[in-house]
């Protein structure tokens, strides 16, 4: 399958269409942003990393029932997925405080949950990606109200399986940013990416983190904690 024209580029994926009007190619850049891209930047390797990694746990989700977008790896970069239409939400999972939960609710980073928590921001970036709940979603007509629960079960399916995968390899599943997509016969698939980008992911024993956290905040050793993850996860499967 070979890339045509460029659909759309985003801040660390480019899309292009295909022969095939169903299907199209995400190809991962080393490009990393932060606050809305205000804070810019490279991660060398990133690119094939998180492709790798994303292809790797979608084939599984996929295997334990959950559908997504996933198709076929290409090459490093790029892989083959179905063309939805991307739900403009950003479906984030936590099982333990971090991040703007920490920041909005006051709770020390590290605090585990009793139970995991779901939350939708509106995918957009000109709002800066604001918080908001299943009524305003409905009001603004993102989803209809069934894919809003759909999209909470799969979000909380999709943390089960991860929290094992990850602890499986040493590492705790601390939060996680999901997007779905709708094929053309309204389907809802789990899209977008799973990566070091998109998670949050500590070492259990340590607690270092392994994870986009060490770009937002200048903690260095960026190249080698997404490696230290692709490491395990090659090592989980062999
Ligand atoms: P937050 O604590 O900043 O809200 O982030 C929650 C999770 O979502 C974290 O694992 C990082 C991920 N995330 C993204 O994938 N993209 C984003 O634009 C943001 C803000 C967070
Ligand atoms: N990708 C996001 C951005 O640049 C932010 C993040 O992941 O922290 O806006």
Redesign the pocket.
């Given at each position: 399958m070979e890339k045509k024209e460029q659909l759309y580029e985003g801040?660390a994926k480019k899309v292009f269409a295909t022969d095939d009007p169903a299907l199209v190619i995400v190809s991962y850049k080393d490009d990393a942003?932060?606050?809305?891209?205000l804070k810019k930047g490279t991660i060398a390797g990133k690119g094939v990393i998180n492709n790798r990694m994303s292809n790797l746990l979608m084939r599984r989700l996929e295997e334990a029932g959950v559908p997504t977008h996933f198709v076929q790896e290409l090459s490093d970069r790029d892989t083959l997925v179905k063309k939805v239409s991307i739900v403009p939400l950003e479906v984030i999972v936590r099982n333990v405080a971090a991040g703007s939960f920490s920041k909005r609710y006051g709770v020390e980073e590290g605090v585990v949950f009793d139970a995991p928590t779901v939350e939708f921001s509106y995918k957009n970036d000109d709002l800066g990606d604001p918080l908001l709940n299943t009524s305003h979603a409905l009001a603004l007509k993102l989803a209809t109200a069934e894919e809003l629960e759909q999209i909470k079960a799969m979000a909380l399916r999709v943390d089960e399986l991860l929290k094992a995968a990850f602890h499986r390899m040493g590492i705790e599943l601390v939060d996680f940013k999901l997007e779905f997509g709708r094929t053309p016969d309204g389907t809802l698939v789990l899209a977008d990416e799973i990566s070091p980008?998109t998670c949050r992911l500590w070492d259990e024993k340590t607690h270092e983190k392994l994870d986009?956290d060490r770009f937002?905040r200048d903690l260095g050793g960026v190249e080698d904690a997404y490696q230290e993850v692709m490491r395990r996860l090659t090592e989980d499967l062999a």
């Amino acid at each position: 399958m070979e890339k045509k024209e460029q659909l759309y580029e985003g801040k660390a994926k480019k899309v292009f269409a295909t022969d095939d009007p169903a299907l199209v190619i995400v190809s991962y850049k080393d490009d990393a942003t932060a606050f809305n891209g205000l804070k810019k930047g490279t991660i060398a390797g990133k690119g094939v990393i998180n492709n790798r990694m994303s292809n790797l746990l979608m084939r599984r989700l996929e295997e334990a029932g959950v559908p997504t977008h996933f198709v076929q790896e290409l090459s490093d970069r790029d892989t083959l997925v179905k063309k939805v239409s991307i739900v403009p939400l950003e479906v984030i999972v936590r099982n333990v405080a971090a991040g703007s939960f920490s920041k909005r609710y006051g709770v020390e980073e590290g605090v585990v949950f009793d139970a995991p928590t779901v939350e939708f921001s509106y995918k957009n970036d000109d709002l800066g990606d604001p918080l908001l709940n299943t009524s305003h979603a409905l009001a603004l007509k993102l989803a209809t109200a069934e894919e809003l629960e759909q999209i909470k079960a799969m979000a909380l399916r999709v943390d089960e399986l991860l929290k094992a995968a990850f602890h499986r390899m040493g590492i705790e599943l601390v939060d996680f940013k999901l997007e779905f997509g709708r094929t053309p016969d309204g389907t809802l698939v789990l899209a977008d990416e799973i990566s070091p980008d998109t998670c949050r992911l500590w070492d259990e024993k340590t607690h270092e983190k392994l994870d986009k956290d060490r770009f937002r905040r200048d903690l260095g050793g960026v190249e080698d904690a997404y490696q230290e993850v692709m490491r395990r996860l090659t090592e989980d499967l062999a």
